[in-house]
Every structure is written in C-alpha cells, then in structure tokens.
C-alpha cells in the first residue's frame, strides 16, 4: 500500500494546524502535569493531540488512531493505522530550545508508508511517503532530502540524545573504529539530522516509543538510511508488538553498518 501526495500534504496540513495551537501555548505560561511514569504533560499535548485525532478521523474515518496521549494499545488490531506523538520533546519544550516535535505517522504491514515530522517553533517540517521520496520544508520552500555518503576513514557525525541512555551511549562511542563528532539534539529531529545528511547515525540505547520513532523513520528511510536494531533487524511496527522499541542505530549511509561491525570483531 503506498499513500498519495494528496493525502501526505493533507497530513502536513494536520500536523501544522496542531502546531498552531501548541505554540500558543508555548508563547504563554506553561502548567506542568505528571504522567504515570513520572514524564512530564503539558498542555500543548493535550491541545495537539485533540486536534490531530480528530482531523484523522475526519480525513482517514475506520483507520485506528494510536497517540501517545489517547487510544488504547490493548485489544486493538488492523494491519493499517495512525501513530500520532502529538508533543515529542516535551522536556525540550519546557526548556524553549525549540526541538519539540509533531510526530505523525501512517503505518501498514509493520512499515511506515508515510510521515511528517513539524518543529513548529524551528519553521520546519519533515514529510515522506512511500514512493513519494522524503523533503523538508522551509517557509514553504520544499527540498528533497537525501543521506549523506560517508567517506571511509572520515570522522563519523554522530547525533543523540541529552538525557537518555547516556552510559550506554559513552561506552558505544568510545567503541567506536573511526573519529567521531558528537552533537545532542532533541525529539525526533535526530532522525530528520541524518535525513538531511547534517549527520551519518544516531544510536539510541535509551527507552522511546512506537509512536516516537515511526513517522521520523519514513522520512529517514524514505531518504535512503536505515533504521534496524541492534540485532540487524529494521524496527517494525504493530499492535502485537511491544510499545517499547528496542535499541536501534539510525544510519544514512548503509554501508556504515559494515564499518562499525567490523571495528566490533
């Protein structure tokens, strides 16, 4: 199943209409909730995620809606679906860095067909879909996006995460058989980085969500990368699958994944 252009600028059109409303929200006093897990909940992400649901249901009617903030992940099926992370970043979007995300991502036979990933308050949104190739747009000027080849020997531009998994992360870069650049980044901007070709991988060992990763890994692999665990197995997607990902590695240049193995023989 691939989806059209019409229905992939229709989900761009969602994803920026949400994005009003959280910058609304941004521009002002933000109250701070608590959630289950002790991560934090605004009301950006409410706003966002009721809008969002909504305009897919209006849009996509009978498709399952899956949010970080709504729906249920038990009892569910269907082969075709919408993961939506209304507000990823929310830790960066109290801090007003600016690299909070709107994640939204249509999801079939396990794979991401289609994905849009706005930061509202950086003027950028990442879209692809499948067989439509991947883009970013700036001001309302889309560019095609593609990896960056990675040069053997070269210093390997690495991106990840301020606040998770940082052990893990420390001991897998000083593994490493080439010089390394590090730079953190928030949300799911990361994926978009290696997208771009701003940066060759980026490993994540800490904890993320289905609906963390799936609209940013068509934009990424819609792009030419990759995005597999550490197993070698692409991170796939589904109701009878665990809500929480495994570990992954985020790759522009496929060839890469031959680099690193052989620097751990």
């Not at 990763?213 to 030419?224: D, I, M, N, W």
């Amino acid at each position: 199943m691939n989806v059209t252009r019409k229905q992939l600028d229709c989900l761009c059109e969602i994803a920026h209409t949400a994005g009003q409303a959280v910058m609304e929200v941004y521009a002002s006093s933000t109250e701070v909730w608590s959630k289950a897990d002790a991560s934090p909940l605004t009301q950006a992400d409410l706003r966002a995620d009721a809008i969002i649901c909504s305009e897919l249901a209006r849009y996509f009617p009978g498709l399952l809606i899956l949010s970080e903030e709504s729906g249920s992940w038990q009892g569910v099926g269907g082969e075709t679906f919408f993961l939506v992370d209304p507000l990823d970043g929310t830790k960066e979007f109290l801090r007003r860095n600016g690299e909070f995300t709107i994640n939204i991502a249509m999801i079939a036979h396990g794979v991401p067909i289609a994905g849009v990933v706005l930061a509202p308050a950086l003027g950028e949104i990442y879209f692809a879909g499948q067989g439509l190739g991947s883009w970013k747009s700036t001001g309302g000027e889309a560019t095609a996006l593609r990896v960056r080849d990675y040069a053997s020997g070269a210093s390997l531009r690495v991106v990840g995460s301020r606040s998770h998994g940082a052990d893990r992360l420390i001991d897998w870069l000083a593994a490493l058989p080439v010089p390394h650049q590090f730079t953190p980044a928030g949300s799911s901007l990361k994926f978009c980085r290696v997208a771009e070709g701003q940066a060759d991988i980026y490993p994540r060992f800490g904890p993320t969500s289905q609906w963390d990763t799936a609209a940013a890994q068509c934009v990424l692999e819609s792009a030419g990368g990759s995005v597999i665990d550490l197993q070698g197995n692409r991170l796939r997607y589904g109701c009878n699958l665990p809500l929480l990902n495994p570990a992954f590695l985020a790759v522009g240049d496929c060839s890469l994944h031959a680099t690193l193995n052989s620097g751990r023989q």
